[in-house]
């Protein structure tokens, strides 16, 4: 079980990863969604539908967060019928499309795809709790 100073419980998402989605939030998701997440960037009045509030994602979804539905929307390669036409760009292509190696460039792109979902995690209001550790069988 995760735990934090003072031995409380650690936060619900990876640190270390989140860290590393943090500047690839800002630098790819923060014109859109704001700084903060909220949907506010100064992109966000140019588009036809208002950007997410990423900070709600697991409070819409009754305090669960969806790592690989978010995997999946933020990768743009999957069809999500749902959501509708899709104004966000393909970032499983976006990330990877500078290395000429498509193995590698796979592997960046999943890579920044999952940091980006843990940042996402860590913004998320109210703070996700730590995962409950799996019961052995």
Same mark, same amino acid.
């Given at each position: 079980?995760?735990?934090?100073?003072?031995?409380?419980?650690?936060?619900?998402?990876?640190?270390?990863?989140?860290?590393?989605?943090?500047?690839?939030?800002?630098?790819? /998701?923060?014109?859109?969604?704001?700084? &903060? !997440? *909220?949907?506010?960037? %100064? =992109?966000?009045? $140019?588009?036809?539908?208002?950007?997410?509030?990423?900070?709600?994602?697991?409070?819409?979804?009754?305090?669960?967060?969806?790592? /690989?539905?978010?995997?999946?929307?933020? &990768? !743009? *390669?999957?069809?999500? %019928? =749902?959501?509708? $036409?899709?104004?966000?760009?393909?970032?499983?292509?976006?990330?990877?499309?500078?290395?000429?190696?498509?193995?590698?460039?796979?592997?960046?792109?999943?890579?920044?795809?999952?940091?980006?979902?843990?940042?996402?995690?860590?913004?998320?209001?109210?703070?996700?709790?730590?995962?409950?550790?799996?019961?052995?069988?």
């Amino acid at each position: 079980h995760p735990r934090g100073a003072q031995g409380q419980p650690g936060p619900g998402h990876a640190p270390v990863l989140a860290g590393l989605g943090a500047p690839l939030f800002r630098r790819y /998701g923060a014109s859109c969604h704001g700084p &903060d !997440g *909220r949907g506010d960037g %100064p =992109a966000a009045a $140019s588009l036809r539908t208002r950007p997410a509030d990423l900070t709600g994602i697991a409070k819409r979804r009754g305090g669960e967060f969806p790592n /690989g539905k978010i995997a999946q929307f933020i &990768d !743009g *390669r999957f069809a999500l %019928p =749902a959501h509708g $036409s899709r104004e966000m760009p393909v970032w499983g292509e976006r990330f990877g499309s500078d290395v000429p190696d498509s193995d590698l460039g796979e592997s960046i792109s999943r890579g920044n795809i999952a940091s980006l979902v843990e940042y996402l995690k860590s913004i998320q209001e109210p703070p996700l709790a730590a995962a409950k550790p799996e019961k052995k069988r």
